[in-house]
């Protein structure tokens, strides 16, 4: 079992930044793929970012790319996602989701999730 815990969101105007955290306890974190994903009122939830285990691999959903960069500490177990230049349409619940299942996290059906933490964007 892993147990995922975000942090970092909050309120902040168009063109600024946050970092978020996803704090993994319970199992080998390292071997996990890791991804973040959000989900707006009305809207479904969609992949952001995601980094492979080894971390020689990171995907970026077209609209974040360039602005958002995907990390992760695998001695301290934390997942990041640092976002920059951020745009109202970032507005979301940010979630962290975890597999050592090829391709669930790109899939969206990772066995892991943590609760979420709110990003608000105001222009």
């Known amino acids: 079992q892993v147990q995922l815990v975000e942090s970092g969101g909050g309120l902040v105007q168009a063109g600024g930044s946050l970092r978020l955290s996803c704090a993994a306890s319970?199992?080998?974190?390292?071997?996990?793929?890791m991804g973040w994903f959000r989900q707006a009122p009305g809207k479904e939830r969609e992949l952001v970012a995601a980094?492979?285990?080894?971390?020689?691999?990171?995907y970026y959903e077209d609209s974040v790319r360039g602005r958002f960069a995907i990390s992760r500490d695998n001695a301290k177990n934390i997942l990041y996602l640092q976002m920059n230049s951020l745009k109202p349409e970032d507005t979301a619940v940010y979630y962290c989701?975890?597999?050592?299942?090829?391709?669930?996290?790109?899939?969206?059906?990772?066995?892991?999730w943590g609760q979420g933490t709110q990003v608000t964007v105001s222009s």
């Open positions: 989701a975890a597999d050592d299942r090829p391709g669930t996290v790109l899939t969206g059906i990772s066995r892991y």
């Open positions: 319970g199992r080998t974190f390292s071997s996990y793929t």
């Open positions: 980094i492979s285990w080894r971390m020689d691999r990171t």
